[in-house]
């Protein structure tokens, strides 16, 4: 039985107990942000984090690479494959519009930066928690990437 009523609550914690959980939740300096900019820092690279000046404040700033790298989180942003993507069995109408919003927002910013010369790498929370094969090798792309395309921008976002 689906109920579409938002009346029923089918939720097993209470309302103030959900909202203490979800309060939280961090939006910046997340354990895989972190995780990726101690991997940075190890490699010699320096960044900028969370610039204000840049539309939808990127996780990593990378000024000599003309890069910037969001670290998504799988959830949040529904990664596509993913056991950690998934919408909630309460309130799917909600949940479904504000991944769709998530998704439709990154894509705008997205486009903004590629348009203003930039290149956007986006890392999965998965990724830099399972396997750290994986930021190595946007490390080599990122390197490459800078000596092969200086001064021109590839089409899309890269990602690991």
Request: hydrophobic share 35%; glycine share 4%; proline share 2%.
């Amino acid at each position: 039985m689906v109920f579409l009523n938002s009346s029923v609550n089918m939720d097993i914690l209470t309302k103030e107990k959900r909202s203490w959980n979800m309060s939280r939740i961090r939006g910046k300096d997340t354990k895989p942000e972190l995780i990726v900019r101690s991997f940075l820092h190890r490699s010699g690279i320096r960044f900028r984090i969370h610039a204000a000046n840049l539309i939808g404040r990127p996780d990593i700033v990378l000024p000599k690479y003309k890069t910037v790298i969001f670290v998504h989180g799988c959830f949040w942003h529904c990664h596509k494959g993913c056991k950690y993507a998934y919408i909630p069995k309460s309130r799917k109408k909600f949940w479904s519009a504000k991944f769709k919003d998530n998704i439709a927002r990154f894509d705008q910013v997205r486009k903004k930066l590629k348009k203003d010369s930039w290149r956007v790498v986006v890392i999965w929370e998965c990724q830099v928690l399972n396997n750290s094969v994986k930021l190595k090798n946007m490390l080599k792309i990122i390197k490459r990437d800078n000596e092969q395309y200086k001064g021109r921008v590839k089409k899309g976002h890269t990602t690991l």
